[in-house]
């Protein structure tokens, strides 16, 4: 897994106290229990400048992440058997909203990021 995947990964755990700023992906590592694997001191605002390129771009980048794991999440909703076709996206579409509500106000901006890669 790259730095940047490993980045971006555990991120993802700091956006409900954070959003998506930042501050998720420089602790992402830096916070890590000491023995594990991943974990890594030196992600510093430089090191970021040199794998996401711009702040947007990093923040950009971390909503995608976000995005891509709700889907995974998504995937994983359990249909109760002999569903119909209807319930069975109703606990799909259900299991999206429980993931999603997990970033509450923060999802505003996560629209406007989307608005701003339009525009660019």
């Known amino acids: 897994m790259t730095l ?8 993802l755990p700091y956006l409900p106290e954070h959003s998506f ?6 602790n992402s590592l830096n916070d890590l229990p ?9 992600v510093t605002p430089e090191v970021l400048d040199v794998l996401f390129g711009s702040e947007l771009n990093a923040r950009r980048e971390l909503v995608k992440a976000w995005e891509e794991e709700g889907l995974n999440d998504m995937l994983g909703a359990e249909i109760p ?3 119909s076709e209807i319930e069975a ?3 799909i579409l259900a299991k999206r ?8 106000e923060h999802l505003v901006e996560v629209c406007l990021l989307h608005l701003l890669k339009r525009s660019t």
């Open 81 to 83: 058997k002999g569903s």
């Open 34 to 42: 000491a023995n594990h694997p991943d974990r890594n001191d030196k």
């Open 21 to 26: 700023t930042l501050r998720p992906l420089l």
């Open 4 to 11: 940047r995947t490993q980045i971006l990964k555990h991120a």
């Open 89 to 91: 996206v109703g606990e």
């Open 97 to 104: 909203l429980e993931y999603s509500s997990r970033i509450g």
